[in-house]
């Protein structure tokens, strides 16, 4: 729970940084970093395709590497794959340059939800990200074994971003 609380602090702490990291139009990003949820951890990596001048639409994958003892997960279970489409709102609001807050929806394997994120670039090429997620309908609802509830929960993830191109 603190480090939920702690990753809130960052993305909020990184969202009034005076520095933006969407180009727009063509822009390329790859992240990757570690996911945080309910009885498990893991590695997230995504990557995001500018549209438009505040429009993106990308990919995300999740394996979990760590899960609680008490949960039995198959390799399905740990692994999640979504579609996502993202606002960038960093020039909007009147972010400098070096940093872009993005709010969005993901469609998944296991659900389909929201996400939204602060990123901060230390260079052209070079940054830091933090995410939280969660569903809004899940496709299956009732009687949900602990393993399914992995990727269909409130999670965090945090790590590196790069300029892809």
């Not at 992240?31 to 997230?44: E, R, S």
């Not at 940054?127 to 399914?148: Q, V």
Request: hydrophobic share 40%; charged share 20%; net charge negative.
């Amino acid at each position: 729970m603190k480090f939920y609380i702690l990753s809130i602090c960052l993305l909020l702490t990184t969202t009034f940084l005076s520095a933006q990291a969407y180009e727009g139009r063509d822009d390329q990003k790859f992240q990757v970093g570690a996911n945080f949820q309910g009885n498990g951890t893991g590695i997230m990596t995504s990557y995001d395709f500018g549209l438009g001048e505040n429009i993106s639409i990308g990919a995300t994958a999740t394996y979990l590497l760590g899960i609680d003892e008490s949960v039995s997960a198959s390799t399905w279970d740990r692994f999640d794959t979504k579609a996502r489409f993202s606002a960038h709102l960093g020039n909007i609001v009147g972010l400098s340059d070096q940093v872009d807050i993005y709010p969005g929806l993901d469609l998944g394997l296991k659900n389909f939800g929201f996400h939204t994120g602060a990123r901060y670039f230390f260079s052209d090429g070079l940054g830091i990200y933090t995410e939280i997620g969660f569903p809004i309908a899940k496709y299956k609802i009732e009687d949900l074994e602990p393993a399914e509830k992995l990727h269909n929960q409130f999670m965090v993830n945090i790590g590196a971003v790069f300029n892809f191109l």
